[in-house]
Nanobody, 129 residues
């Protein structure tokens, strides 16, 4: 059973940066490298949306509104995923979640909440203007 735990959220002013981490447990390295990983976010009164998705063998696919500002990576030897967010804007304010699914989800080229069976508890990011 995959377990995910996010951290690194906080409150920053517009233009600031944050780095989110997601620690992965409950999976062997082989299966870890064969999962599709994603970061989602959910702002108050809005639907949860994907921010980036990727696996160990592909270039991350980013939501248009965060391209050039966010980077994603995975330290597979340490079972940890990262989301580096720069030039943060008030519209980035949301609860951020990491999620995992079968690698085939990434291969499809488009993802949705329902595609991911494993979720962390989320970490809050608040950006003030």
């Amino acid at each position: 059973q995959v377990q995910l735990a996010e951290s690194g959220g906080g409150s920053v002013q517009a233009g600031g940066s944050l780095k989110l981490s997601c620690v992965v447990s409950g999976v062997s390295e082989y299966y870890y490298r064969n999962y599709c990983w994603a970061w989602f976010r959910q702002a108050p009164e809005k639907e949860r949306e994907w921010v980036v998705f990727y696996d160990a063998y592909s270039t991350p696919t980013f939501l248009d509104s965060v391209k050039g500002r966010f980077t994603a990576s995975g330290a597979y030897a340490e079972y940890e995923l990262y989301l580096r967010m720069e030039s943060l804007e008030p519209d980035d304010t949301a609860m951020y979640y990491c999620a995992a699914a079968d690698r085939g989800v990434c291969d499809s080229g488009h993802v949705a909440v329902a595609d991911f069976p494993y979720w962390g508890q989320g970490t809050q990011v608040t950006v003030s203007s």
